[in-house]
């Protein structure tokens, strides 16, 4: 069997013929000339090669392997039957795509990866550092970590995340210079003024449901959610790519809104925290759930003060949901989209991040959740267009 040069890195001989491969293989650093392999390596012609087998043919070609995709490598061959070497994993493994099999193999979870630890490689760059911290911010399992770190390349950056928070300080800073206010804009008579708050005498205006996380009641308000945004919400998209991080943020912030509606019924509704504790409830939520796997540093303390964060900014909504409205009669802005944020972070996102190298369609319990969720933005529809005139509540004037 004559092999490609550029093609076959490992030098194993299996019955179907290889796939072109570029010039360099990802996570290849030598080149063979073409050879002929013994046939004894793969007799049955089965696909499948013993890790020995696989690891004489590398030390008889003096060829070395990139140690990530070794060890990885090794780990699937751990989770086959026979303990064996698929062909098609390694040419998966070879053109960093994530297979089936692979995602099999780590639902499975049956294998421990050998060697090192990814945290004590030494030599890295700046960036690689940042994409090492992140692994082990988000990841619980060493097999996962070193196949982000060898598979993340930038691209797409972080990008949702980054423009949603551009976004939101950019309206902020639109209306403080137009108000000239910049704590407490709430107080402000033309704060509710605006087109993007959720008011319950506007909730036939569908966008007010999605937009009001524009808006924010002052620079204090802006700064907490901010804050835990980027620092829950960058390296969560970095790992779970911004499909993931933004249905949750947006189902977080629908749930918000409708959940104020059903249960507080004249308050008007502002901020981002519905988007923000759905993302920061799932991560910790799944912190919790794979505490033992979690090798992030302090996280016991990085945990407190995410708690600390979430607690203050939550007090300082209840307070100002009952402190002397702007509006009279109009309430102040509603703490209970917090509420609503948290439960989807419990439930929908803790499934979401759960499993990162499974997708979405292949996950029952997602369907269930998500179908749940459904039901809820259906209920609370129904509820908005017949419970306020059915209850007779006596809504405040719009603004």
Not at 145 to 158: A, E, G, I, L, M
Not at 181 to 203: A, E, G, I, N, T
Not at 362 to 385: D, G, P
């Amino acid at each position: 069997m004559k092999l490609p040069s550029e093609a076959y890195c490992a030098t194993t001989h299996f019955s179907t013929p290889p796939p072109p491969f570029p010039k360099q293989a990802a996570g290849c650093n030598f080149f063979l000339p073409r050879l002929c392999v013994p046939p004894q390596y793969d007799a049955e012609n089965s696909g499948f090669i013993s890790t020995e087998q696989f690891r004489d043919l590398l030390a008889t070609h003096g060829s070395e392997l990139d140690p990530h995709k070794l060890e990885v490598l090794l780990a699937l061959a751990d989770g086959n039957a026979d303990g064996k070497i698929c062909y098609q994993d390694f040419v998966n493994l070879m053109s960093n795509k994530r297979s089936n099999s692979f995602r099999r193999a780590i639902l499975q979870g049956s294998r421990q990866l050998k060697g090192c630890s990814l945290r004590d490689e030494v030599g890295l760059g700046l960036s690689q550092r940042l994409v090492r911290h992140v692994a082990y911010e988000t990841l619980p399992r060493e097999v996962d970590r070193k196949w982000y770190f060898d598979s993340y390349t930038y691209c797409p950056p972080p990008w949702f995340i980054l423009a949603i928070t551009i976004a939101e300080v950019a309206v902020f800073m639109y209306y403080g210079i137009q108000l000239d206010r910049l704590v407490l804009q709430v107080s402000s008579p033309s704060f509710l003024k605006s087109p993007l708050p959720y008011h319950p005498q506007l909730r036939s205006q569908a966008w007010r449901y999605f937009s009001y996380v524009f808006m924010h009641t002052g620079i204090e308000h802006l700064s907490l959610n901010m804050a835990m945004q980027l620092l829950v919400g960058v390296p969560l998209e970095m790992v779970h790519g911004a499909l993931r991080i933004g249905l949750i943020y947006v189902c977080g912030v629908l749930a918000g809104s409708l959940a104020v509606s059903v249960t507080d019924m004249t308050a008007p509704v502002v901020g981002s925290s519905g988007g923000v504790y759905a993302l920061v409830s799932a991560h910790l939520a799944n912190v919790v759930m794979n505490w033992s796997g979690m090798k992030c540093q302090f996280k016991l303390f990085r945990m407190a003060m995410a708690l600390v964060c979430m607690s203050v900014e939550f007090g300082r909504a209840v307070w100002l949901r009952f402190y002397p409205p702007a509006f009279p009669p109009c309430p102040n802005p509603s703490f209970v989209a917090h509420l609503g944020g948290v439960l989807v972070g419990l439930t929908l996102g803790v499934v979401v991040l759960q499993n990162y190298e499974q997708r979405l369609q292949e996950q029952s319990l997602f369907w269930i959740f998500f179908c749940v969720y459904t039901l809820f933005v259906l209920c609370a529809v129904f509820w908005n267009v017949f419970a306020y005139s059915l209850l007779d509540v006596r809504i405040p004037p719009a603004p």
